[in-house]
């Protein structure tokens, strides 16, 4: 069965880099593409991008762009938000999310919480 | 981007009735159109995909209807594990983008 299992809660200080795994398994990790979203604390879903294990494309929200990393590394099936400049409003739950049917996010990681705190 | 208007913010219903979500694009999005189940501390679920198809597991009493810019969200004989935020997203524009949500509580 499909798995998407995320890295653990992280605490870092303004202007520090953070950087969320996602590991999955239980399918062929390079036929589905991976996006990210966020969830601020109280608020509602924020998509950041996409990435493509199979070449590496990736797309970014604009407003993330030149502060966002997307990769995947297909050796261990794996893939990796980092998120750089971090600033009190990054503070958020941060998830990864795979399509199924349709290319609507069918498999959504457990969350990863990330506080940025002086 | 394509923005994604839900109505009503928040909906009271009590356990048994029907409840009806909406939500509008800015501008069409075909049938590309998913709608998600949040309860607190967890992540989203995937309910309907392509505006009407009932995802995986989802119950017959969740169906979905619209297409372009108008879409439906509508539960029928509510259960008491349905009292959730429901969020509606568009996937067939760069950036994706959700709805601000529609919180449903009981009566």
């Known amino acids: 069965q499909v798995q998407v299992v995320q890295s653990g809660a992280e605490v870092k200080k303004p202007g520090a880099s953070v950087k969320v795994s996602c590991k999955t398994s239980g399918y062929t990790f390079t036929s589905f593409h991976l996006s990210w979203v966020r969830q601020a604390p109280g608020r509602g879903l924020e998509w950041l991008g996409w990435t493509s294990p199979y070449n590496g494309n990736t797309i970014y929200a604009e407003k993330y762009q030149g502060r966002l990393t997307l990769t995947t590394d297909t050796s261990t099936t794996t893939a990796y938000m980092e998120l750089r400049s971090l600033r009190s409003d990054d503070t958020a739950v941060y998830y990864c999310?795979?399509?199924?049917?349709?290319?609507?996010?069918?498999?959504w990681g457990q969350g990863t919480l990330v506080t940025v705190s002086s | 981007e394509v923005v994604l208007t839900q109505s009503p913010a928040s909906l009271s219903v009590s356990p048994g009735e029907s409840a009806t979500l909406s939500c509008r694009a800015s501008?069409?999005?075909?049938?590309?159109l998913a709608w998600y189940q949040q309860k607190p501390g967890q992540a989203p679920r995937l309910l309907i995909y392509l505006a009407s198809a009932r995802a995986t597991g989802i119950p017959a009493r969740f169906s979905g209807s619209g297409s372009g810019t108008e879409f439906t969200l509508t539960i029928t004989s509510l259960q008491s594990e349905d009292f959730a935020i429901y969020y509606c997203?568009?996937?067939?524009?760069?950036?994706?983008?959700f709805g601000q949500g529609t919180t449903v509580d009981i009566k």
């Open positions: 501008r069409s999005v075909g049938s590309s």
């Open positions: 997203q568009q996937y067939n524009d760069w950036p994706r983008t």
């Open positions: 999310a795979r399509p199924g049917a349709g290319s609507a996010f069918d498999y």
